[in-house]
């Protein structure tokens, strides 16, 4: 009898555990986005609401922490110094794999909100998220090359950490919004949204943005990846009409 009793209030546990489960409920305003000859750029929202069935936990409050990542490749990363009175490159270093744009928005400064544990799970941070495993023999300062990987992409705002971007009504409701820079590689970038308390993660969603060229930019790229030479013999006359037209317009200014 007692060890009946016993199974029946496990399952009774396990019954209450998986109804307290969180899930994410996600929206995009867009999940395409189309490159053409004028994109200087987009703006992609992301909203969506928590679904329980029991009421919200007591205890750590929740946090929302959204990322999204470009197509990734393998970067060389050069180290230049100045010798003999002009810069030159010295060491390289390839980085194995490197998203060519990620976003990290999240709803409070993400070293309190996640624990380190959960990101190295995860890869949610940025140097998480970019893998480098080797390095020539000769170099000792490898992760130096991942920071300026990092500093430089930031500077061009395809590196992004926006901490306290998300916003969370009830523990309920999030939505945040994500800038795209003009310099976008085509290709589908991964989104993903955590649902953290007291630094780990519950729940999460993942979903793809589909990033593409469209038009005349669309024809181009194609042209210089299948014809590179008709691209070239293109590219040239274009050079050669637009000079001879420049020179026509101010033989024509002098007169």
Known sequence: MRALLGIVLGLMMLATAAGAKEEVVLGLSRNTISITTNFDGSEILVFGAVKRETPIPEGAPLEVIVTVAGPSH?????????????????????????????????????????????????????????????????ITDA???????????????????????????????????????AALTEGGYGTRIFLVRGGAIVAQYETVIDVRKVGMERWLFKLSREQSLLYGLLSLAIAIAAGWSASAVFGLLRR
Request: charge should be positive; avoid cysteine.
């Open 74 to 138: 393998p970067v060389v990363v050069r180290r230049k110094e100045k010798r003999f009175g002009i810069w030159i490159n010295t060491d390289a270093v390839e980085v194995d794999r490197a998203p060519s744009f990620y976003a990290i928005n999240t709803s409070g400064p993400l070293d309190d909100i996640l624990s380190a544990v959960e990101d190295q799970r995860h890869k949610i941070t940025i140097p998480q998220a970019i893998r480098s495993v080797g390095a020539p023999q000769n």
């Open 143 to 181: 992760g130096a090359f991942t920071q300026s990987l990092i500093r430089i992409r930031k500077k061009s705002n395809l590196y992004q950490l926006n901490e306290g971007d998300v916003s969370i009504e009830e523990q309920t409701l999030f939505r945040t919004s994500v800038t795209l820079p």
